[in-house]
């Protein structure tokens, strides 16, 4: 299980619509070739905001893509339903943690990187 890519500056301007909030999210992939119950897991930034997996069967090379503000969860989207941003875009850190609470991936970003707003592993 990895963190992929990171939209952490929502398109457009910060205007706390539902639309902006889930503009900025965070993808997880399973590189494996089995499934993984990622109940319990745990998405969450530098400043202690959490969001907690809930019932998520990831397929074996299958991405979800965490998004910030509501909606209904899929296969392949799920909302944190939240009505504030969660990822800073000067600097923050994404940390994916497992039902165990041990880091599996972390991602950072900050001023000394140079991402632009949107940061790609690939």
Same mark, same amino acid.
């Given at each position: 299980?990895?963190?992929?890519?990171?939209?952490?500056?929502?398109?457009?301007?910060?205007?706390?619509?539902?639309?902006?909030?889930?503009?900025?999210?965070?993808?997880?992939?399973?590189?494996?070739?089995?499934?993984?119950?990622?109940?319990?897991?745990?998405?969450?930034?530098?400043?202690?905001?959490?969001?907690?997996?809930?019932?998520?069967?990831?397929?074996? $090379? @299958? +991405?979800? #893509?965490?998004?910030? %503000?509501?909606?209904? *969860? &899929?296969?392949?989207?799920?909302?944190?339903? =939240?009505?504030?941003?969660?990822?800073?875009?000067?600097?923050? $850190? @994404? +940390?994916? #943690?497992?039902?165990? %609470?041990?880091?599996? *991936? &972390?991602?950072?970003?900050?001023?000394?990187? =140079?991402?632009?707003?949107?940061?790609?592993?690939?």
């Amino acid at each position: 299980m990895v963190l992929g890519d990171i939209q952490y500056n929502s398109p457009g301007r910060d205007d706390y619509s539902n639309r902006s909030l889930n503009g900025e999210w965070v993808e997880v992939t399973n590189t494996g070739r089995r499934a993984v119950n990622l109940d319990g897991w745990t998405l969450s930034d530098g400043d202690g905001n959490r969001y907690r997996f809930d019932d998520l069967r990831l397929a074996g $090379r @299958a +991405t979800v #893509r965490v998004h910030t %503000g509501y909606g209904r *969860d &899929t296969r392949t989207d799920v909302y944190q339903d =939240r009505s504030d941003y969660v990822w800073g875009n000067h600097s923050d $850190r @994404a +940390t994916l #943690r497992n039902d165990d %609470g041990r880091a599996v *991936d &972390t991602e950072s970003w900050g001023r000394d990187h =140079r991402y632009g707003d949107r940061w790609n592993r690939r």
